[in-house]
């Protein structure tokens, strides 16, 4: 993909972070959308966290090969299947990749993104391969991902949760930073905008039982769809923060937004 930019850090050993910048153009508007991918080594191979938008998984592809060319890539988890995080789900399936997302995402992802909204935000429909329930326990390693199904950003949304080493991989359930990252910012408020409001007070319930269920625990390594990881010692209102940004969204939803009722980002 033209323009497409991706740097590979490493979290944590075993974990490793794709920081992923692809162009997108909106109504004739060149704009870079900035994503989190992470990987996983497991004893089987690569398992990834987000596959990316479509046009940009040969750039991904072509990154892990460089980075481990010896480990295979066997599985893609989606936290949500929008298109900057799971766009690239037929390009996974098609080289015979497990893709792995919660039941809630089979409607977007069949029909290839949200509806009623520019086609930069649409992709090839997919199927994934297999589903998570909430309290499903991934392999990786000595210990083990919980899937938290976390609906509301969309309706199978969901975060992987590592109690031994206190890492939350979360998706989109935390809106990211302004500062690098103002277009997906952007655009997760417009999505809650466009969003029915039992959908935003959906995410904000989710919000709370992810953090019912950190609680007390100051050293969990947050790593997001969007922006830098972080501790939540060094940012204790992280969910505090998404919470007013969607409340914000539930007192100012309009019905002259720009474009459909459907989902953006």
Request: glycine letters at 10%; aromatic letters at 8%.
């Amino acid at each position: 993909m033209v323009g497409c930019r991706a740097s590979l850090d490493c979290v944590l050993p075993g974990i490793w972070r794709v920081d992923l910048r692809a162009p997108l153009a909106l109504f004739g508007v060149p704009l870079v959308v900035r994503v989190n991918l992470y990987v996983l080594e497991s004893a089987e191979g690569l398992y990834l966290v987000d596959c990316g938008p479509f046009a940009a998984f040969s750039h991904v592809r072509a990154l892990l090969a460089r980075a481990f060319p010896s480990r295979r890539l066997r599985r893609v988890y989606l936290t949500h299947s929008h298109f900057d995080h799971g766009g690239a789900g037929l390009r996974c399936v098609n080289d015979g990749v497990e893709v792995w997302a919660a039941s809630g995402e089979r409607s977007m992802a069949s029909a290839g993104g949200p509806t009623g909204v520019p086609q930069a935000f649409r992709y090839p429909p997919f199927v994934p391969t297999n589903w998570i329930v909430d309290g499903d326990r991934v392999p990786l390693r000595e210990s083990c991902l919980t899937a938290i199904v976390t609906p509301g950003h969309t309706p199978g949304s969901l975060a992987l949760y590592d109690e031994a080493s206190g890492v939350l991989l979360c998706g989109d359930l935390l809106l990211g930073p302004l500062r690098g990252y103002a277009v997906t910012l952007l655009l997760a408020v417009l999505t809650a905008l466009r969003q029915p409001g039992e959908e935003v007070r959906r995410h904000i319930e989710s919000l709370s039982c992810v953090r019912r269920q950190l609680e007390g625990r100051r050293n969990v390594l947050v790593l997001p769809g969007h922006g830098a990881p972080y501790h939540l010692k060094d940012r204790p209102g992280a969910f505090a923060r998404s919470e007013r940004l969607l409340r914000l969204a539930l007192m100012l939803k309009r019905p002259f937004l720009p474009f459909g009722s459907g989902r953006a980002c």
